[in-house]
């Protein structure tokens, strides 16, 4: 019968290096989730957690690769539980569970609302990253996003049930223009017009916005989810400015808005 051992190891760049050059039958490496994991392991914000480095009878790396490769990239040292001696073929049973989400880690820590909070996070740093498609964030980075911006709670609360596609823009929205320091009622005029579809000003471009994706929610190939992102993006820069908005020509920078950074995100702060 073989023997399974556990403990908890600290493996520095030379050790990852060495597992993993016995790592011959393991899944494609994911450079997204290594480059996670190194932002996560160079904050200082890895912890043990009781997930293994698994490592089989014959010394092969069964789980873990892309800790090890995170770790050996980063240079610095990797505390961890590692799992020797164990039967090759569970490399198979490995990673098939639910994976938990940063809204059930809210959800267990009773924040209401917590699949609306956590989605509105994303878009919150999205519209500072100025990108089209939208930054995976490690939970870790959400965490820090929660307790630089609280009031997100309150804004992903308000936009309940308005335009499902695209609640958490508004919530963003919402939240960014009180960010920003407009008064409470400009933040309360984006959700007035986004329930009633009554302007809040001549040629409102909320109004516009949210008619437009009305008038082609059925045509995918017109309204893509970047464009439709793009869209709400445009309009609400324009909404804030109390700018009129006519078509639907976009604004050619991507996801972005004045005043509205990763500076001001902070998440590199």
């Not at 957690?49 to 089989?56: Q, R, V, Y």
């Not at 804004?155 to 407009?182: D, N, Q, V």
Request: hydrophobic residues 40%; aromatic residues 8%.
């Amino acid at each position: 019968m073989q023997q399974v051992t556990s403990k908890i190891e600290t493996l520095n760049k030379q050790m990852c290096l060495n597992l993993l050059s016995r790592n011959k039958n393991n899944r494609k490496l994911n450079r997204n989730k290594v480059e996670e994991y190194k932002r996560d392991i160079a904050a200082g914000k890895w912890e043990v957690n009781g997930e293994t480095i698994g490592i089989d009878i014959n010394g092969n790396v069964v789980n873990g690769q892309h800790r090890l490769v995170a770790a050996a990239e980063c240079g610095v040292d990797l505390i961890t539980v590692v799992v020797r001696g164990l039967n090759p073929d569970v490399v198979h049973t490995i990673d098939t569970g639910k994976k938990r989400t940063f809204a059930d880690r809210l959800f267990m820590n009773d924040i209401p609302n917590s699949t609306a909070v956590a989605a509105t996070l994303k878009t919150l740093a999205n519209l500072a990253f100025g990108q089209i498609k939208i930054k995976t964030l490690t939970h870790s980075e959400m965490a820090k996003l929660l307790d630089l911006h609280p009031g997100i709670i309150d804004s992903a609360a308000a936009t309940a049930k308005i335009f499902p596609k695209m609640a958490t823009y508004i919530g963003a929205g919402h939240y960014i223009i009180k960010y920003l320091g407009y008064p409470q009622s400009r933040a309360d005029d984006l959700l007035y017009v986004w329930k009633s579809g009554q302007q809040s000003y001549n040629y409102d471009a909320m109004v516009f916005v949210r008619e437009y994706l009305i008038k082609h929610q059925n045509n995918e190939l017109r309204v893509s989810i970047d464009f439709r992102r793009r869209l709400f993006n445009t309009g609400l820069e324009k909404f804030i400015q109390m700018h009129p908005m006519q078509n639907a020509r976009l604004n050619g920078r991507g996801l972005s808005i004045s005043g509205w950074t990763e500076r001001e995100l902070g998440l590199n702060a």
